[in-house]
């Protein structure tokens, strides 16, 4: 095993690409990620604030991971943290799906519709225009906000779904403002929500993922274990185009500590 794997104490997961590919499990991953959580812990990782953790362990489950809820963190999980830390007891206009409110109300945080402290803006695929103008609304009369990530698109097997990236494009068109921050990848809120939950050390995390862009760019700029496994998109070719050093490049995440 590399020296830098021997002190980290909680692995997280990206997902597509790394785990499985689509509906396909990625060879080994169920068992490697089972020699993870005996020696310390996994922590699926997601950006997608429009699925619930418990959507991503039924998928795990079928696919045959071990797993409960509080293994999966969501930027959802992230914003809510990041808002007890930061906003405590602030009153929350929250633009999301149902799942989303679902998550938020269960998290503790005071929402309203009316007079809000700060906005916070989570991947909606259910909202209408009313909706939408509420919130530029709120944002021109100088209510601040946040968003859960920032990808601009969401991949799907049939393409791509506008995400939260661009909604803050159109967000920024219509009032001129921009977030105060992005929680999710590769940004350092979601860093910082993770290591609080965890209770460790940068050092003591790695991050395991596909993608030079989000992934390792993740790691690097919060000074976690950066772990590349080359069974999805990104190469080493391309990270160090992007001038990044990974710590550690596996073929797949069943060699982790081969
Ligand atoms: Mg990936």
Same mark, same amino acid.
């Given at each position: 095993m590399d020296e830098k794997l021997k002190n980290v104490k909680c692995f997280l997961l990206d997902m597509d690409g790394t785990v499985y590919l689509g509906d396909n499990l990625i060879d080994g991953a169920v068992d490697a990620v089972k020699r993870m959580n005996e020696r310390c812990r996994a922590l699926f990782l997601t950006n997608n604030s429009s699925a619930a953790p418990s959507d991503y362990v039924c998928k795990l489950r079928k696919m045959g991971f071990t797993v409960k809820?509080?293994?999966? /963190? &969501?930027? !959802?999980?992230? &914003?809510?943290? @990041?808002?007890?830390?930061? @906003?405590?007891r602030k009153r929350v206009f929250l633009f999301g799906n149902d799942k989303l409110f679902a998550q938020f109300k269960a998290g503790g945080i005071n929402l309203t519709e009316e007079d809000p402290d700060l906005a916070v803006v989570g991947f909606d695929t259910t909202f209408n225009y009313d909706r939408l103008t509420k919130l530029c609304d709120f944002i021109r009369e100088g209510v601040p906000y946040i968003t859960t990530h920032g990808d601009i698109n969401c991949p799907t097997a049939h393409g791509y779904k506008p995400d939260v990236g661009s909604f803050i494009a159109l967000i920024e068109k219509s009032t001129g403002v921009s977030p105060l921050l992005i929680c !999710?990848? *590769? /940004?350092? *809120? =979601?860093?910082?929500? =993770?290591q609080r939950v965890l209770g460790l050390n940068k050092h003591e995390i790695a991050m395991v993922g596909d993608r030079i862009s989000t992934d390792m760019q993740f790691a690097i700029n919060n000074g976690f274990v950066s772990v590349l496994v080359l069974t999805g998109e990104g190469t080493v070719e391309e990270a160090e185009k992007a001038g990044q050093k990974i710590d550690v490049v596996l073929k797949s995440i069943a060699d982790w500590d081969k």
């Open positions: 809820d509080d293994d999966v /963190f &969501t930027s !959802g999980n992230a &914003t809510i943290e @990041y808002l007890h830390a930061h @906003y405590p !999710g990848k *590769p /940004f350092s *809120p =979601i860093a910082e929500s =993770i």
